[in-house]
């Protein structure tokens, strides 16, 4: 099993910048890649940047690429959302993600309890 804790939400004005965190905890050998999606009010739930475990590659949704990047503690099993440059649409509950080896980062097998990120105008 493994457990993830999510922090770093909150109120931000357009512009603005938040750092979420996501400490994982329990059998975190298991984990192949984290990822954070968002889902805001009435959309779906989307894809917006992951790392993987071991190799630390990235990647991002093309909607947070150059604004938003994702990186790991190795010695804190925590992985980072830095966010910059918030915009409004970047409103959302955030979910830290966690894909065991052998599963896909899209359908992953642990997920945190979300955080809110509210960008005003």
């Known amino acids: 099993q493994v457990r993830l804790v999510e922090s770093g939400g909150g109120l931000v004005q357009a512009g603005g910048s938040l750092t979420l965190s996501c400490a994982a905890s329990?059998?975190?050998?298991?984990?192949?890649?984290i990822t954070w999606f968002r889902q805001a009010p009435g959309k779906e739930r989307e894809f917006v940047a992951r790392?993987?475990?071991?190799?630390?590659?990235?990647a991002y949704a093309d909607s947070v690429k150059g604004r938003f990047t994702i990186s790991r503690d190795n010695t804190k099993n925590t992985v980072y959302l830095q966010m910059n440059s918030l915009k409004p649409e970047d409103t959302a509950v955030y979910y830290c993600?966690?894909?065991?080896?052998?599963?896909?980062?899209?359908?992953?097998?642990?997920w945190g309890q979300g955080t809110q990120v509210t960008v005003s105008s």
């Open positions: 993600t966690a894909a065991e080896r052998g599963s896909n980062w899209f359908n992953p097998n642990y």
């Open positions: 790392i993987y475990w071991i190799t630390t590659n990235t």
């Open positions: 329990g059998r975190t050998s298991s984990i192949s890649s």
